[in-house]
């Protein structure tokens, strides 16, 4: 049996602690992996994940042989097989999108340059916490020995939510939504292509009102997240959980056929999105942690200017950024990083109000979040 060393770092928050015990009962990697999981957080926190540990021992989950926890990315990292990077600064009251991405930027410099430091040569990256398809792009900046197919940033979770709406509207079971994928950036921009989707091998807009699908159902998409956070008091966490769990199961699983799922990889070009950036494609995977891009889907004028509006979103988040990717290997970079991590751990987390609580840990609440 083979064994995996996998990272999760937010060890403290709620979306790690709906993800952690599912990684441990093998419902990510499989029957045939056993597990040495390791929490990472920041030092002002990590200590709240020593009880996160005691659970998981207490779980006595056959397949998890270790767990750990530890603030030292040397002792994470080290030898990993995957690196969940699902910890990030959380979106407070009033922060523009641009602030959020500022203040997470040079925490992902810091993680680029540990897994790229410490992590397996064979090392398989997937960035959760937000925003996610920009730090990923700082993150892969910041460790350029690891290629870029071993990187991907997760759109699971609107791609969930793209395909239960649909089944929903149009009275169908989700299994029955076929290749219904989220393009672009995971933001109020992201497009789910219902046109070259199915539900029961029928195209959407036989089965659902065509108005609805351009108008109310994109809108209900990109916006849903924020919805969550409405009803919720809080920012997906269950849901999130359950797409990073999907996510990589996609990856590690062949295809099915006739379908295909949704991740942010970096770019090669395919369908006039930039080279390098980090974009949510169509992809298709033969089940050995890879993927590959669909080739020659067939865009209408619609979709393709959904796309490219969301592929620019991207080239402004990339410009926000650019100190960042162009001075990788500048130890500014890390100081920073841990003046970033230092604040966000200023304020005690009790101390917080609800909806700031976990602060090294929370996703972001974004647009799709």
């Not at 093998?26 to 020593?50: C, H, N, T, W, Y």
């Not at 006595?60 to 767990?67: E, G, I, M, S, T």
């Not at 999907?246 to 062949?254: E, G, I, K």
């Not at 006039?272 to 950036?277: A, E």
Request: proline share 5%; with cysteine.
């Amino acid at each position: 049996m083979k064994q995996l060393k996998v990272v999760v770092t937010g060890a403290i928050g709620q979306v790690a602690y709906a993800l952690l015990p599912r990684i441990a009962a093998g419902e990510m990697f499989g029957a045939d992996a056993e597990i040495d999981l390791r929490l990472s957080d920041i030092p002002q926190v990590i200590e709240r994940a020593k009880g996160v540990v005691m659970e998981l021992e207490d779980g006595a989950f056959p397949l998890l042989v270790r767990v750990s926890a530890s603030a030292d990315r040397a002792e994470t990292h080290a030898g990993a097989d995957w690196v969940l990077l699902v910890g990030s600064v959380p979106r407070g009251p009033g922060m523009e999108r641009a602030d959020l991405i500022r203040k997470n930027g040079p925490i992902f410099v810091d993680e680029g340059r540990a897994i790229a430091q410490h992590a397996s040569s064979e090392v398989r990256v997937v960035v959760v916490g937000n925003p996610c398809n920009t730090n990923c792009l700082i993150a892969r900046a910041n460790a350029q020995r690891v290629p870029d197919e071993r990187w991907t940033a997760l759109t699971r979770l609107d791609q969930n939510r793209a395909r239960a709406l649909l089944a929903a509207k149009a009275g169908a079971g989700v299994r029955e939504v076929k290749k219904l994928v989220i393009w672009g950036n995971h933001s109020a921009t992201l497009y789910p292509d219902f046109t070259n989707a199915t539900v029961n091998g029928k195209r959407p807009v036989s089965v659902v009102d065509r108005a609805w699908l351009k108008d109310g159902y994109v809108q209900e998409v990109q916006q849903r997240g924020a919805a969550v956070i409405a009803a919720r008091g809080a920012s997906s966490a269950l849901s999130a959980a359950q797409a990073v769990v999907d996510h990589v199961r996609s990856l590690v699983r062949p295809t099915p056929r006739g379908d295909w799922f949704s991740a942010a990889v970096v770019s090669d070009g395919s369908y006039d999105v930039p080279r390098g950036l980090v974009s949510s494609f169509p992809l298709t995977s033969l089940g050995d942690g890879g993927y590959q891009i669909v080739p020659g889907i067939k865009l209408n004028a619609f979709a393709q200017s959904k796309i490219a509006a969301s592929v620019a979103d991207l080239e402004k988040e990339r410009e926000l950024v650019a100190d960042l990717l162009a001075s990788a290997s500048e130890p500014a970079m890390v100081a920073q990083a841990t003046e970033q991590q230092e604040a966000l751990a200023a304020v005690a987390v009790d101390d917080q109000p609800d909806d700031w609580r976990r602060a090294s840990s929370e996703r972001g609440a974004r647009e799709g979040s």
